[in-house]
């Protein structure tokens, strides 16, 4: 073997085949000194030259950071002009919703106005809440932009609250300004009023007007038994013996009915006014009435007949029980009264339908039979008539 190859590792190799050669450690006593200091040198020159290259990577990191920051991942943070939007929206919410939420607590009937007051309340309902939505899908828009800015003004502010309570004092004030003023000491101050011996009487105004209450208690009264007397007297004028235009009786279903009718009228000659149509008719089983109308050939006005119970008053024809042989009077009743001309006019030709029982009644009338009736009523309206001659 060389002096050189001393130095070097030995490599032996194994008499199995399978197992691999290996290498002898290198004996350090072997190695000279000389040998030595040139890999040491060796060795400080590449870390060396590895450390500047990892620096010069470094500062070109750094270099490279700094000319390009990282953006911060931006925060979606409310906006303080969605608050004030939202605050905004909800006060003009519960000004537009009070007012149709008042009239359904008081049982009162939805107008147009008031539905529309509904819609406005709803949609600024919901735009409150939605409003951060709507700034960013239109966030150039100029009513959005407008509308951030006029709920962050707090003159807007105060403008829809002075808004608010105009329309809810208004009213009050309105009436409040145009209602008389009442001086409740004047109710004790004196007054004269004229004496029927030609002089004057003095009294208080406590006293006139509880006068003027009685004078009104008393009126009441008289018109009352008025309306009592003129019912009687109605009622006596029913009574009166069928009509000769007609058979006497037709019996449909239960009830034996006189095909004729009978005006109810009061006065006479052209100043008569006629009160009602009279149906009449007698029952032969118990009787069960359903509806009961009659509708105009001259105007197709529909109008309900109502039931005359004798002494009582007028009823609906399903509220009233009708046995067996007994007076059956349905009214086509005018109010106001009706003068000649204006029943002709407007009831000139008629049908009646009566149902009851599972039954129908019904019949027609047409103008020459209505005018021969009104004729024998009233013959005063028909016809020439004498008149007061002229002095001049």
Same mark, same amino acid.
């Given at each position: 073997?060389?002096?050189?190859?001393?130095d070097?590792?030995?490599?032996?190799?194994?008499?199995?085949?399978d197992?691999?050669?290996?290498?002898?450690?290198?004996?350090?006593?072997?190695?000279?000194?000389?040998?030595?200091?040139?890999?040491?040198?060796?060795?400080?020159?590449?870390?060396?030259?590895?450390?500047?290259?990892?620096?010069?990577?470094?500062?070109?990191?750094?270099?490279?950071?700094?000319?390009?920051?990282?953006?911060?991942?931006?925060?979606?943070?409310?906006?303080?002009?969605?608050?004030?939007?939202?605050?905004?929206?909800?006060?003009?919410?519960?000004?537009?919703?009070l007012?149709?939420?008042?009239?359904?607590?008081?049982?009162?009937?939805?107008?147009?106005?008031?539905?529309?007051?509904?819609?406005a309340?709803?949609?600024?309902?919901?735009?409150?809440?939605?409003?951060p939505?709507?700034?960013?899908?239109?966030?150039?828009q100029?009513?959005?932009?407008?509308?951030?800015?006029?709920?962050?003004?707090?003159?807007?502010?105060?403008?829809?609250?002075?808004?608010?309570?105009?329309?809810?004092?208004?009213?009050?004030m309105y009436?409040?300004?145009?209602? $008389?003023?009442?001086?409740?000491? !004047?109710? @004790?101050?004196?007054? +004269? %009023?004229?004496?029927?011996?030609?002089? /004057?009487? *003095? #009294?208080?105004?406590?006293?006139?007007?509880?006068?003027?209450?009685?004078?009104?208690?008393?009126?009441?009264?008289?018109?009352?038994?008025?309306?009592?007397?003129?019912?009687?007297?109605?009622?006596?004028?029913?009574?009166?013996? $069928?009509?000769?235009?007609?058979? !006497?009786? @037709?019996?449909?279903? +239960? %009830?034996?009915?006189?095909?004729?009718? /009978?005006? *109810? #009228?009061?006065?006479?000659?052209?100043t008569?006014?006629?009160?009602s149509?009279?149906?009449?008719?007698?029952?032969?089983a118990?009787?069960?009435?359903?509806?009961?109308?009659?509708?105009?050939?001259?105007?197709?006005?529909?109008?309900?007949l109502?039931?005359?119970?004798?002494?009582?008053?007028y009823?609906?024809?399903?509220?009233?029980?009708?046995?067996?042989?007994?007076?059956?009077?349905?009214?086509?009743?005018?109010?106001?009264?009706?003068?000649?001309?204006?029943f002709?006019?407007?009831?000139?030709k008629f049908?009646?339908?009566?149902?009851?029982?599972?039954?129908?009644?019904?019949?027609?009338y047409?103008?020459?039979?209505?005018?021969?009736?009104?004729?024998?009523?009233?013959?005063?309206?028909?016809?020439?008539?004498?008149?007061?001659?002229?002095?001049?």
């Amino acid at each position: 073997m060389a002096a050189g190859d001393n130095d070097r590792p030995q490599v032996t190799q194994s008499s199995n085949p399978d197992e691999p050669s290996s290498i002898s450690p290198l004996d350090i006593r072997s190695v000279s000194p000389l040998a030595t200091g040139q890999a040491a040198t060796t060795a400080l020159a590449s870390l060396r030259a590895s450390i500047q290259r990892a620096a010069a990577d470094i500062s070109d990191e750094r270099d490279y950071v700094r000319d390009n920051p990282i953006s911060p991942k931006p925060v979606d943070k409310p906006s303080t002009n969605d608050h004030a939007v939202l605050g905004l929206c909800e006060i003009l919410a519960l000004m537009f919703g009070l007012p149709p939420g008042e009239a359904l607590f008081r049982g009162e009937p939805l107008s147009l106005r008031l539905v529309g007051f509904i819609v406005a309340g709803a949609f600024f309902a919901v735009l409150g809440p939605g409003w951060p939505a709507v700034r960013k899908k239109f966030p150039q828009q100029t009513l959005v932009l407008s509308v951030g800015r006029i709920a962050s003004d707090a003159r807007y502010w105060l403008a829809i609250i002075l808004v608010g309570f105009l329309y809810a004092a208004s009213p009050e004030m309105y009436r409040r300004a145009v209602a $008389p003023v009442v001086d409740v000491a !004047t109710t @004790t101050t004196p007054i +004269a %009023i004229p004496d029927p011996s030609g002089g /004057q009487r *003095i #009294i208080t105004a406590r006293e006139l007007i509880d006068s003027i209450n009685k004078l009104q208690s008393q009126v009441n009264k008289t018109t009352g038994d008025l309306e009592t007397t003129k019912r009687q007297l109605s009622d006596a004028q029913r009574m009166t013996p $069928p009509s000769a235009f007609g058979p !006497t009786l @037709t019996e449909i279903g +239960a %009830i034996n009915w006189n095909p004729d009718f /009978q005006l *109810i #009228i009061t006065g006479g000659g052209p100043t008569a006014q006629i009160n009602s149509v009279l149906f009449q008719g007698t029952s032969t089983a118990s009787v069960d009435m359903k509806e009961a109308y009659a509708v105009s050939g001259m105007t197709g006005h529909k109008q309900e007949l109502m039931e005359n119970v004798q002494y009582k008053g007028y009823y609906h024809v399903d509220k009233v029980d009708i046995p067996s042989q007994a007076p059956v009077w349905l009214e086509l009743i005018f109010n106001p009264p009706l003068s000649a001309r204006d029943f002709l006019d407007q009831w000139g030709k008629f049908k009646i339908a009566v149902t009851y029982n599972g039954t129908t009644f019904d019949k027609s009338y047409d103008e020459e039979y209505i005018r021969r009736v009104l004729r024998a009523t009233n013959p005063g309206y028909f016809g020439p008539k004498p008149t007061p001659k002229d002095d001049k």
